[in-house]
């Protein structure tokens, strides 16, 4: 019933990424969800910004995650 | 009422749905695989490459695999719970489908495989997607249609009605396949084309056919849904009557589910397109070697 699987876990293997890091390629795809605005990639917190939106989108195991409700707003202090 | 108030499905317990049952959703993808088959086959009589692609609602990447075995040069598995794409691999991104954050004129193809019924906003939804494709970029997507679950519907109306006196909702509203062509129209799609496939399933009784809709992520997503958990009695009695309603002549009972798909290209100037009203150059009385009768006037449409 898993015949497909192999499939995705070649793509995953074939991928020059590794599985922390964010590809470059998804990167210049990616889009502020709510204005649609270029984000910028911070490396060293693993976040995405989209200054317009004033938020802050986190980047998990390489895995942007652009929901308004996972997001931190700019304005408030990042918790370390 | 507010957009939140007036909203179908509650966004968020969809995402929690999704999260809890990921693993098993990785074991129940027959009807995941029948709908990504059948736009992989749609996406083979398409002649020509696709670099970048979308998968929307991509769930455990079956369509996503697909469409990188077939050499789509880059493919973008995209779904509201990161733990329900764990096993799709490739590149990922956590996203709600009604708010797309996806470069604008970007993607030579989106596709989604059965995610998109479970959205509040699908007008939205399918503008967001066209304005994500290049021009004469293609979008295929397969959704739930009106007849899917029709008959989990009426046993858990008739068995509730029966044992509490009254019925809440709890198989969401499904769009019907004419509404559906229509509004692929109405947001902008060139060429639309809008079709039903329904896909008659058997299973032992309806508690299983329950266990494979959580499976799917599909468990009640409905912000109108009740606060309780069904009584077990209305339970009980709910896979009584469907029992008695939809059983087949093996002895397990059918589940409809109609899988209607949308399929449009974002308009470009080399696209086939229909003449302006009067913009003909030769009249069909000459070419019909005939004399043109001129016809009563029609009286005002009421």
Same mark, same amino acid.
């Given at each position: 019933m898993n015949e497909g699987d192999e499939n995705?876990?070649?793509e995953a293997i074939e991928s020059p990424v590794s599985a922390e890091r964010i590809d470059r390629r998804l990167l210049e795809l990616l889009v502020c969800p709510i204005t649609k605005t270029t984000l910028e990639y911070d490396e060293a917190n693993q976040e995405l910004v989209s200054r317009k939106a004033r938020l802050a989108f986190p980047i998990r195991r390489g895995v942007p995650h652009l929901l308004p409700g996972e997001a931190r707003h700019l304005d408030d202090k990042r918790q370390s | 009422m507010s957009a939140e108030e007036r909203a179908i499905f509650d966004r968020e317990?969809?995402?929690r749905r999704r999260t809890r049952h990921a693993r098993q959703a990785a074991e129940?993808?027959?009807l995941l695989d029948h709908a990504a088959d059948d736009i992989a086959d749609r996406l083979a009589l398409v002649k020509r490459p696709f670099e970048v692609a979308l998968d929307l609602g991509a769930g455990p990447g079956r369509l996503s695999a697909r469409l990188a075995a077939? =050499?789509? =040069?880059l493919v973008i598995s995209a779904d509201l719970s990161a733990e329900m794409m764990?096993?799709? =691999?490739?590149?990922r991104v956590v996203c709600d489908e009604e708010l797309l954050p996806?470069?604008?004129g970007s993607m030579d193809l989106v596709v989604s495989g059965l995610a998109l019924q479970q959205v509040n906003d699908l007008p939205g939804a399918l503008i967001q997607i066209r304005?994500?494709?290049k021009p004469d970029g293609l979008m295929v997507v397969s959704l739930l249609g009106g007849r899917t679950l029709f008959e989990l519907r009426e046993a858990l109306v008739v068995a509730e009605t029966e044992t509490t006196g009254g019925a809440s909702p709890r198989v969401a509203p499904f769009a019907d396949v004419r509404e559906l062509g229509q509004l692929l129209q109405r947001t902008g799609f060139a060429l639309p084309v809008a079709d039903s496939d329904v896909v008659e399933v058997g299973y032992r009784s309806a508690l299983e056919l329950m266990r494979d809709l959580r499976g799917m992520g599909w468990a009640n997503p409905l912000r109108e849904r009740r606060a309780h958990a069904m009584r077990r009695d209305t339970l009980q009695r709910a896979v009584e009557v469907y029992a008695e309603r939809f059983a087949r002549a093996d002895g397990r009972v059918t589940a409809t589910f109609e899988i209607v798909t949308l399929t449009g290209w974002a308009p470009h100037d080399s696209q086939q397109k229909p003449l302006r009203p009067g913009s003909a150059t030769a009249r069909?009385?000459?070419?019909? =070697?005939?004399?043109?009768t001129q016809l009563p006037e029609k009286p005002e449409r009421g």
């Open positions: 995705a876990n070649d | 317990l969809v995402r129940t993808t027959f077939m =050499g789509v =040069g764990a096993p799709a =691999g490739g590149l996806i470069r604008p304005r994500a494709l069909l009385a000459d070419a019909l =070697g005939t004399t043109e």
